[in-house]
């Protein structure tokens, strides 16, 4: 089933807005990947959205413009987890206002004695993007809530899926944009501070591996298929899965480096290269298929009655800082 107006307005976002992220190619591929992938006792219904799923998937780069500035301010760090700017913070922590708080303070105490490091502690140059996966995870289970709901009482679910779908654009986008390595860390743009081995500090390095690549490869869905896999993530904790899955992507940032240094990513036959971007997306799209089947499993349950609840004063996460305990 095709949704020829909201499609073709997902398609004209991917027109108007700059390279932010893995291109408009491998963006609509994940996405679809995933949505392919989704297996029978999962949220089928979501094979109905996924042209406009597809045609929107670079969305929220949209949302990044100079002119709209509120927007960008709140939506800018949702698209990078740059590690190395916080190996000072440990655990992280499970609340996106917490995270911004520690940032502040440790910016406090080195702005004097480390200016340099300080301009870049703070939360635009160290992002957000598990805690933007998190909330468009947890706002999924509740639109899947309301499709359960409707399709029980034997009413018309075609609202409540395509609120799914838009969730699913928003979590597929993040999920997306964490799979590429010089998302997780600071050298996104070419590489910053000591340089032993030469690698480029050209910042075009980020669009031509994840754009001009990636086109000039022909990536497509069939290309992922294979490796997916069977659904994982049935169980345990999605926050630490997410960071977990973030460390792994990002563990592969210098070798992006390395193949760059080949070619600059003009081969497209470059077998390792293709190879990293395969194992990229598939990823990406492993992960994206496994929490929407996920968020469809807990959709299943009512929600979970938090007692005290976190605005309660007397919740011992309760933080007074952030008037609210994390979850």
């Given at each position: 089933m095709r949704f020829p107006v909201i499609a073709a307005l997902g398609a004209l976002a991917l027109h108007s807005v700059a390279a932010h992220a893995w291109g408009g190619t491998a963006h609509a591929v994940i996405d679809r990947a995933a949505i392919e992938a989704i297996p029978a006792d999962g949220p089928v219904f979501l094979r109905k959205y996924e042209d406009y799923i597809g045609a929107s998937a670079s969305l929220p780069d949209s949302w990044r413009g100079d002119d709209e500035n509120f927007s960008k301010i709140e939506e800018d760090p949702n698209h990078g987890w740059f590690r190395e700017q916080f190996t000072f913070l440990k655990p992280i922590p499970r609340s996106r206002y917490e995270f911004v708080l520690a940032l502040y303070k440790h910016y406090e105490?080195?702005?004097?004695?480390?200016?340099?490091?300080?301009?870049?502690?703070?939360?635009?140059?160290?992002?957000?993007?598990?805690?933007?996966?998190?909330?468009?995870?947890?706002?999924?289970?509740?639109?899947?809530?309301?499709v359960r709901k409707a399709n029980a009482e034997g009413g018309d679910a075609s609202v409540p899926e395509q609120?799914?779908?838009?969730?699913?654009?928003?979590?597929?986008?993040?999920?997306?944009?964490?799979?590429?390595?010089?998302?997780?860390?600071?050298?996104?743009?070419?590489?910053?501070?000591?340089?032993?081995?030469?690698?480029?500090?050209?910042?075009?390095?980020?669009?031509?591996?994840?754009?001009?690549?990636?086109?000039?490869?022909?990536?497509?869905?069939?290309?992922?298929?294979?490796?997916?896999?069977?659904?994982?993530?049935?169980?345990?904790?999605?926050?630490?899965?997410?960071?977990?899955?973030?460390?792994?992507?990002?563990?592969?940032?210098?070798?992006?480096?390395?193949?760059?240094?080949?070619?600059?990513?003009?081969?497209?036959?470059?077998?390792?290269?293709?190879?990293?971007?395969?194992?990229?997306?598939?990823?990406?799209?492993?992960?994206?298929?496994?929490?929407?089947c996920r968020a469809w499993a807990q959709s299943a349950a009512p929600p979970v009655k938090v007692v005290p609840a976190p605005l309660d004063f007397t919740n011992p996460k309760f933080n007074p800082e952030t008037g609210s305990a994390p979850g």
């Open positions: 105490t080195i702005k004097d004695s480390d200016p340099a490091t300080a301009a870049r502690t703070n939360v635009r140059w160290t992002g957000t993007l598990p805690y933007a996966a998190m909330e468009a995870y947890q706002r999924l289970i509740t639109c899947m809530r309301y609120h799914c779908a838009f969730q699913v654009i928003r979590l597929g986008h993040y999920i997306g944009d964490g799979a590429q390595p010089l998302h997780d860390s600071v050298n996104s743009d070419g590489w910053r501070g000591d340089n032993p081995h030469d690698y480029t500090r050209d910042r075009t390095i980020h669009g031509r591996f994840e754009s001009g690549f990636v086109d000039g490869m022909k990536l497509t869905v069939a290309d992922l298929a294979p490796r997916i896999g069977a659904p994982g993530h049935r169980e345990g904790d999605m926050f630490e899965a997410i960071l977990a899955y973030l460390d792994t992507a990002g563990d592969k940032m210098e070798q992006v480096y390395k193949l760059e240094k080949r070619n600059h990513f003009t081969n497209f036959a470059d077998h390792d290269t293709r190879e990293m971007v395969y194992v990229q997306t598939s990823s990406g799209a492993a992960m994206l298929r496994d929490m929407i």
